[in-house]
């Protein structure tokens, strides 16, 4: 098993290999473009779906047929964000998303084998980039390319998970590495690999404490979060979205989970590898459907890690000092869900309700979470051996 067979990279995880400031897209483009880059301006304005609805749409069936995956992926992060600021930018939410939109952010969401809408691939992974390209990824030199309203705030909620994903590239490179040692029963390669992804645990768990130095709750939950909620268990959408001119929907209102962190591919992988498993309850069968809201490639890593791992089995038959630096990377994950509960808390469920799609009690994603974060938490948690 290795990382490049799934577009994966040390360096990098499950970010994208390019950088979306010098990706460039067909002229036929600029329309879009152009909307794209004054988002914030057409949202302030207070009829942002007046000025969308103008936006001419290229022939995008020609641009699939020629286009990089690079190119498709910079499509992808600018359409998704237009598609979210035309359901959720004004105080209504329509049933109807025009042709405009609708049809090339399905034709592009389907040759990336994604949903027609924003997931976290477009919002964080594909939508970053280094502002000196001779340093590396760091909190002190990337940027977020793509804004709703922008601002710090905005910023640094992506900037932060940006941070996190690239950390965890080592933590994917020891996975693969683990699966293969604790296969060939190498007890003191095991417990070295295990010891150096505790520490990668400890730098990643360090970028997730940062999250309130330039993210307020209070704009988060205000300015933030309304733009990311998708069109499934929603209140402002019960029927979900019409995606006008798209024949394979057949004019029905079609419902997607909304973007969220847990659409992230770190923790299934790491649950995969030290064979964590959570009982049945909501949240795990939301887990489960976004599943399919991850780019393929990032699937089938996760997927891959899961059917091969036998890391918890070889641990247990070992002594003391293998299944303490186990026990310390399971708690390690444990931790990261603590902070995200406490997140959830503070950024969410403490914010008082501001209007229609925006539910403290219920999840970006469209279910409801506190009570199984913490369920979720504890189980991993006692999983130690």
Not at 41 to 62: C, E, M, N, W, Y
Request: hydrophobic share 40%; aromatic share 10%; proline share 5%.
């Amino acid at each position: 098993m290795k990382l490049e067979d799934f577009g994966l990279s040390a360096e990098r995880g499950y970010l994208s290999t390019h950088e979306i400031d010098e990706i460039s897209l067909p002229d036929s483009f600029d329309e879009m473009l152009d909307a794209a880059a004054s988002l914030s301006d057409l949202i302030t304005s207070g009829r942002v779906r007046h000025f969308l609805k103008q936006v001419g749409h290229p022939d995008v069936a020609d641009f699939l047929a020629t286009a990089s995956n690079e190119q498709v992926r910079t499509a992808m992060v600018h359409y998704s964000f237009l598609v979210q600021a035309y359901v959720w930018g004004e105080a209504d939410a329509p049933t109807t998303l025009p042709a405009n939109l609708a049809i090339p952010i399905c034709a592009i969401g389907d040759h990336l084998g994604l949903p027609p809408l924003l997931p976290y691939s477009g919002y964080v992974l594909d939508n970053w980039y280094r502002l000196d390209k001779s340093e590396g990824i760091s909190l002190d030199n990337i940027a977020m390319h793509q804004n709703f309203l922008g601002g710090q705030d905005e910023n640094w909620f992506v900037l932060v998970h940006v941070a996190i994903e690239a950390e965890a590239g080592r933590a994917l490179q020891l996975a693969t590495e683990l699966v293969e040692a604790s296969a060939q029963h190498d007890a003191t390669k095991v417990e070295q690999l295990l010891t150096a992804m505790n520490s990668v645990w400890n730098a990643m768990n360090a970028h997730f404490d940062r999250m309130p130095e330039r993210c307020d709750p209070y704009i988060y939950y205000q300015r933030v979060r309304p733009y990311i909620h998708g069109w499934k268990n929603n209140p402002a959408l019960p029927e979900g979205l019409v995606y006008e001119g798209v024949s394979k929907f057949a004019g029905k209102p079609q419902a997607f989970r909304g973007q969220t962190g847990s659409q992230s591919s770190i923790v299934p992988a790491m649950d995969g590898l030290f064979q964590v498993v959570h009982e049945s309850d909501p949240l795990r069968e939301f887990l489960d459907e976004l599943h399919q809201y991850r780019p393929p490639q990032h699937r089938a890593f996760i997927d891959a890690v899961r059917e091969a791992s036998t890391l918890r089995d070889f641990a247990k038959t070992q002594g003391q000092s293998v299944k303490d630096a186990f026990n310390a990377c399971v708690d390690q994950v444990a931790r990261f869900r603590t902070r995200h509960l406490e997140y959830a808390a503070s950024y969410i469920n403490k914010q008082a309700s501001s209007g229609t799609g925006n539910d403290t009690d219920v999840g970006t994603g469209g279910t409801p979470f506190m009570k199984y974060l913490k369920k979720h938490r504890d189980e991993n948690r006692a999983q130690t051996i």
